[in-house]
C-alpha cells in the first residue's frame, strides 16, 4: 500500500523543510568538448528554519550557490555531494528564515553518451554526412543530471527553460518557443515559455539538426511531428495518429491538453520507445516514423499504438502524477488501457482487443508461475521500480484494469476516471485515489476489489458446476520454496446464456457462491476476467458445441 508518510521516512526523497516553485534553467550545450555550462534560478519556499538547502544533483560540477531571501543576497559554502543519494547540499552560515526565497546555481556536466540525463549523439542523413545531436532522457531520476533540482514526481513546479546552442541547429523544449536572438560566436539563444506546473522527470529539450512539420490545430492545441533532416516523408501516419488521439483522449477525458503544443520527435539514438514529456514527446525512429506505403499493418499498428500510449500519458501521468515510483505500474498498465481504447476507435477494424488476447496470455504463463510478484509493491529507491517495467506491468496491469471496466461499465469506468483527473489535475496520486473516484461513479467496492488483483500475484482457476462456481488459485505445479500466488480474489463474473440474451454481473468474493444458470451459460461473458474457468464435463460437452455462439 502506498501512503503519503511514506515521503517523510524515504532517504531517497528530499525532506520537505524547502519547496521550489518555479525553475528558470539555461543551459549551453559545447558539442566540441561534450560537455555543458548552466545556471538555474529556482524560487522556492523555506518552510522550516534551516541553515541547509538540499537539492538532487549527480555527475555535475556545482559552484556554491547564492540565495536571495527576506531582501538579502547570502552564498552558501562549497556544496557537500552524497554520491548514494545524489544530492547536493549548500551550507549557509546562518539560519534561514521561513518564506519565500530565489536560490540561484551555476553548474557544469557532461554531455554523455549514455542515453541518459542530457546526453549526446550522432546520426547520418541520407547522404551518409554525421549530424550531432543533444537531448535528454530525464525518467527516472536523471534529471539531476542536466541540473540540480528537487527531482521527485511528487515534488511539482514550473519551468522555464532557455538554450544557447550552435546558430544553425534546431532547439525544442516541453513549451513553445517565446524568442530567439543571436549572441555572436555561433551562438544564438532561444527562450521557451514557462511550463505547466510537473515533476522534474518530464522535462526535456532537444538541440540538432532537426525539421518540424507545419503546425496543426486539434482541439484548441497545435501538434507537430519533428524529424531528423531529409525523413519528412515519414511523417504522415504519426501524425494522422495523433491527430485523432489528441481529439479522443480530450473528449474521453473531458479535460483540454494541459499543455501549450505537442511536438512529437524522432530521436536517432534513445534508449526506451518513446518517453512523455509533457508537450515534447521523444520517439525512438521506428516507434514514430514510417512509409504507409511499404509498412505492414503490424508496422502500423505499432506507430499507432506509441503515439497513442504517450498521448495517453499527457493526462494520465503528466497532468495527475503518481505520488512516489510505485505508482508506475499504474501510469503505464493505465497508458496500455488507454492506447489500446483509442486504437480500437482509430482502426475498429484492427480489432485491437482481440489482438490483446495473445499478449493476455503471455501474461497468465509469467503469472501462473510461483515466482510472479504482486503488480504494486513497495519500492524505497527509485531503481527498483525499474523490476516494474515488464510484462505484470504493462499486460496484466491493462487487463485487470479492461476486466474492471467491463464489470462497472464503460461509461462509468470513464467518469470515475475524470473525477479522478480533475481531482487531482497538477497535483499528485496513490493508486486507492484512483479506485476512491472509481467507487464514488459506480457505488462498487472498487478498492477491495482491486487490492485482490494489484497486492498479491497470480489469478484464481473459477470452477462451475451448474449453479456453483468456486475459486482456487491457478499455479503450473506445486511451490518448491515460497510462492507469490495468492489465496483468493474479488473475481468479477460476466454470467451470460447462450440460450438466450440474458447477461449479468456478479462478483465471487467467497471461495464459492451461486449464480443464476440458464441452459447453456459462461461465467467469463466477454472474455475479460483475469480467470481461467473450468466447467463440469457435462456442460463443458454442451458449450463444445456452441462455440460459434462466443465473443471472438
Ligand atoms: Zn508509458
Known amino acids: 500500500m502506498t501512503t503519503r508518510t511514506d515521503a517523510l521516512e524515504n532517504p531517497y526523497r528530499l525532506a520537505r523543510t524547502v519547496v521550489p516553485s518555479a ?22 519556499a523555506i518552510t522550516q528554519p534551516v541553515r541547509a538547502i538540499v537539492l538532487n544533483a549527480i555527475e555535475l560540477d556545482v559552484e556554491p550557490a547564492t540565495l536571495v531571501v527576506a531582501g538579502r543576497s547570502l552564498r552558501s559554502g562549497t556544496p557537500v555531494l552524497d554520491g548514494e543519494f545524489e544530492t547536493a547540499a549548500f551550507n549557509f552560515d546562518e539560519e534561514l528564515p521561513v518564506g519565500a526565497a530565489t536560490l540561484v546555481v551555476a553548474f557544469r556536466g557532461i554531455l554523455n553518451d549514455q542515453l541518459r540525463g542530457f546526453y549526446r549523439s550522432t546520426f547520418d542523413d541520407e547522404h551518409g554526412a554525421p549530424h550531432v545531436i543533444a537531448t535528454t532522457q530525464f525518467a527516472t531520476t536523471d534529471a539531476r543530471r542536466a541540473f540540480p533540482c528537487w527531482d521527485d514526481p511528487a515534488v511539482k513546479a514550473t519551468f522555464q527553460v532557455t538554450l544557447e546552442v550552435p546558430e544553425s541547429l534546431a532547439a525544442f523544449a516541453n513549451t513553445r518557443e517565446l524568442a530567439s536572438r543571436s549572441l555572436g560566436e555561433g551562438y544564438r539563444e532561444v527562450t521557451f515559455a514557462e511550463s505547466m506546473v510537473m515533476s522534474s522527470y518530464l522535462v526535456a529539450f532537444v538541440v540538432g539538426d532537426f525539421e518540424a512539420s507545419p503546425e496543426t490545430v486539434v482541439a484548441g492545441t497545435t501538434l507537430r511531428v519533428i524529424y531528423p533532416v531529409g525523413k519528412g516523408h515519414l511523417i504522415e501516419w504519426a501524425t494522422e495518429a495523433a491527430v485523432h488521439a489528441l481529439e479522443f483522449f480530450s473528449d474521453y477525458f473531458a479535460i483540454a491538453y494541459p499543455g501549450d503544443k505537442v511536438d512529437l520527435i524522432a530521436i536517432p539514438d534513445f534508449a526506451a520507445g518513446a518517453m512523455e514529456n509533457l508537450g515534447l514527446i521523444t520517439f525512438r525512429e521506428a516507434d514514430l516514423l514510417i512509409d504507409p506505403d511499404t509498412a505492414s499493418i503490424p508496422e502500423l499498428e505499432r506507430v499507432a499504438l506509441v503515439v497513442n500510449h504517450e498521448l495517453a500519458h ?26 489500446s481504447i483509442c486504437t480500437d476507435h482509430f482502426r475498429p477494424e484492427w480489432q485491437k482487443w482481440v489482438r490483446f488476447q495473445p499478449q493476455r496470455e503471455a501474461a497468465f504463463a509469467v503469472d501462473a508461475q510461483h515466482s510472479t510478484r504482486p503488480i504494486e509493491f513497495r519500492v524505497v529507491s527509485p531503481d527498483e521500480c525499474r523490476g516494474m517495467f515488464d510484462v505484470l506491468t504493462y499486460i496484466k496491469g491493462c487487463a485487470v484494469l479492461r476486466m474492471l471496466e467491463q464489470y462497472l461499465g464503460a461509461t462509468t469506468f470513464r467518469d470515475g476516471i475524470r473525477a479522478y483527473l480533475r481531482r487531482h489535475s497538477y497535483a499528485n496520486a496513490v493508486t486507492n485515489d484512483l479506485w476512491r473516484a472509481l467507487e464514488e461513479a459506480s457505488g462498487q467496492p472498487v478498492g477491495s476489489i482491486m487490492d485482490t488483483w494489484i497486492l498479491q500475484g497470480g489469478f484464481p482457476l473459477v470452477r462451475v458446476e451448474r449453479d456453483v462456481v468456486h475459486q482456487e488459485p491457478f499455479s503450473y505445479g506445486a511451490p518448491t520454496g515460497s510462492s507469490s500466488i495468492g489465496t483468493s480474489w474479488k473475481v468479477p463474473l460476466s454470467v451470460r446464456s447462450l440460450d438466450n440474451a440474458s447477461n449479468s454481473k456478479h462478483l465471487l468474493d467467497h471461495d464459492s457462491a451461486t449464480i443464476p444458470v440458464s441452459g447453456t451459460t459462461i461465467v467469463n461473458g466477454g472474455g475479460w476476467g483475469f480467470f481461467r474457468t473450468a466447467y463440469a464435463s457435462e456442460q463443458l460437452r454442451a458449450l463444445s458445441t456452441r462455440l460459434g455462439d462466443l465473443d471472438a
Open 23 to 44: 525553475y528558470r534553467l539555461r543551459l549551453r550545450p559545447d558539442f566540441a568538448t561534450a560537455t555543458f555550462t548552466g545556471t538555474v534560478e529556482i524560487s522556492l
Open 314 to 339: 499527457m493526462w494520465f501521468g503528466d497532468l495527475v502524477t503518481m505520488e512516489w515510483w510505485e505508482g508506475i505500474w499504474l501510469n503505464e498498465a493505465f497508458a496500455t488501457f488507454m492506447e
